[in-house]
């Protein structure tokens, strides 16, 4: 699966629409071999916008059109270390080749590139811009996301798929589709920190029914029970994950007339080596919901949502005041040796700051807190009114960070050294969701984000599917798609229950709490 529009440049193109690498000069603050120009005073207009930009020195090459009227184009992309690259082209879309673009990245980790660009206008005149600069951070970005892929329709399934993205270039793989299981639907993915050997995938289908698989290696397992939103423990032995009775409705107007509201949920705690599942007051109250969780690096303590439930119908849809419910963010300790929990403690009260706190998650480091907030609800992907904050953990201020848009930012992840987050974004005209990356810099400044680069630079403008889910990994997958498929139409190893008692009051009776009238 690629973009449209990359796959019309497959066979027969015409000579004068390619970008054609010129030469390979030393790097210099003169003008290249075009002598005659006339200066402008501003930058031109690219898209995508990766202009100011801090990126890794391990991305693929950010391949952008360029906006300005002219007939013909001309890029010189230089810097103080290493060669420079001249590209030309006819129609402004600029393909930079990998080599060198890996070369002038490796040569100048910690310094600025400089893209000077000229534009022949039809009457036959040069005109250079004001140089677009980018800073390539001394650190990289983990060399694989995983996302989910799909388009944006209200029930479509069968071309639901889990993929994986080489950061490096542009390879992209099938983990796991849809269309393998009965055109079943794929929810949340989630790994053990950024390893790529550990992996839950969450399934739903008409025909094979709905439960998790776990992969280890090349070991699959799955699970007789459908895991929400996960958390792995550092230590792989634990895997805390939602349950959640969802249910999707439409409103008249809006920016997004979708609406999605959690009408129940609770968490429970996947004991690995038993198979066991148990759960806690705190991470279970009937009269409340809980979902979103995360652990700090340390394992010590578990961060998740929690909002008072508004309504006594629980099977109506939408249910009484969904639009007031507000999360809370708390936290709750955790001994993994002896699994004993603590007492839950709220790190940030919806009452305090107003709006409804969702999707907490912990940098590598320990440092820095990053979620969302929005009007109300647990679903920040349906609201504009959704952006990103970030939390100090030593001081406990936080901020809006001021990369946010007028439209939605949602789901989010750190890269495995906490100097880059991943983020979905429907700044693109707040209809389709893209994935996005920001550099975090020492003192906790978020950087301009830039959007995942393509080998079409156009592509983008005729894309129809979203990118959702991003989750940044040290590599690829590991577990083949073929043995996920296999996994995913058998029979489940096991069929967790979550024990009736005392210390589960959503599971007090024999049927399920999420199954009561």
């Known amino acids: 699966m690629v973009c449209r529009m990359t796959r019309r440049f497959v066979g027969t193109i015409a000579l004068w629409s390619l970008v054609i690498v010129l030469s390979v000069a ?56 290493g060669q420079a690259i001249n590209l030309w082209s006819r129609n402004g879309r600029i393909r930079i080749p990998a080599r060198p673009w890996r070369a002038l990245l490796d040569a100048n980790k910690g310094r600025d590139i400089c893209f000077d ?66 055109e079943g639907c ?21 025909t094979y029914g709905s439960h998790t698989l776990l992969a280890r290696g090349d070991k699959v397992e799955k699970i007789g029970a459908k895991w929400g939103y996960t958390a792995w423990h550092p230590s792989g032995k634990v895997a805390v994950y939602s349950i959640n009775k969802v249910n999707q409705f439409f409103q008249a107007g809006g920016l997004e007339v979708r609406d999605v509201v959690d009408q129940d949920s609770a968490l429970v705690c996947y004991h690995v080596p038993s198979g066991q599942v148990s759960t806690r007051p ?34 109506a849809v939408p249910p009484e005041n969904y639009d007031k419910i507000r999360y809370d963010l708390r936290r709750i300790t955790y001994d993994v040796e002896t699994d004993r929990w603590g007492q839950a403690e709220t790190v940030l009260s919806a009452q305090e700051t107003g709006l409804s706190i ?84 020492e003192t906790g400044k978020v950087h301009k984000p830039f959007v995942l680069p393509q080998k079409d630079p156009a592509c983008y403008d005729s894309l129809l599917e979203t990118y959702s889910v991003p989750e940044l990994i040290t590599g690829p997958v590991t577990v083949g798609a073929w043995r996920l498929a296999l996994a995913s139409r058998s029979q489940p190893n096991t069929s967790p229950q979550i024990p009736i008692s005392g210390a589960s009051p959503k599971a007090a009776t024999p049927t399920p709490w999420h199954e009561r009238e």
């Not at 402008?40 to 693929?60: F, H, L």
């Not at 794929?186 to 839950?200: A, I, K, R, Y």
């Not at 807190?369 to 990103?388: I, K, T």
């Open 282 to 315: 705190e991470l279970a109250d009937k009269d409340r919901l809980e979902t979103y969780p995360a652990w700090s690096p340390d394992g010590r303590h578990l961060y998740y949502c929690s909002a008072p439930i508004l309504w006594k119908d629980r099977n």
């Open 186 to 206: 794929l929810n949340c993915h989630s790994f053990v920190g950024n390893n790529p050997d550990t992996m839950t995938i969450a399934l739903r289908s008409a």
């Open 26 to 81: 030393n790097p210099s603050c003169s003008p290249p071999a075009i002598e005659q120009y006339t200066e402008v005073g501003a930058e031109p207009v690219i898209s995508p916008d990766y202009r100011g930009t801090v990126i890794p020195p391990n991305i693929a090459p950010l391949n952008f059109r360029i906006l300005e009227e002219g007939d013909a184009y001309l890029v010189v992309i230089r810097s103080d270390q």
């Open 358 to 441: 969702l999707l907490p998650k912990v940098s590598p480091d320990g440092r820095f807190l990053l979620f969302c907030m929005c009007r109300y609800g647990c679903f920040p992907v349906y609201q504009p009114s959704s952006d990103l904050y970030l939390m100090d953990l030593a001081t406990k201020q936080y901020r809006r960070l001021e990369i946010n848009s007028e439209f939605s930012e949602s789901w989010h992840s750190w890269s495995s050294n906490s100097r880059w987050i991943a983020f979905s974004s429907k700044r693109q005209g707040g209809v389709f969701t893209r994935t996005y990356f920001s550099y975090v810099d």
């Open 117 to 182: 660009v000229y534009v022949r206008t039809t009457d036959g005149q040069w005109r250079r811009h004001r140089p677009l600069v980018n800073t390539v951070a001394s650190e990289s970005i983990d060399s694989t996301l995983v996302f989910r892929f799909m388009k944006p329709l209200y029930s479509w399934w069968k071309d639901i798929g889990i993929y994986q993205r080489d950061l490096t270039g542009y390879a992209q793989s099938v983990v796991l589709q849809g269309r393998s299981f009965g």
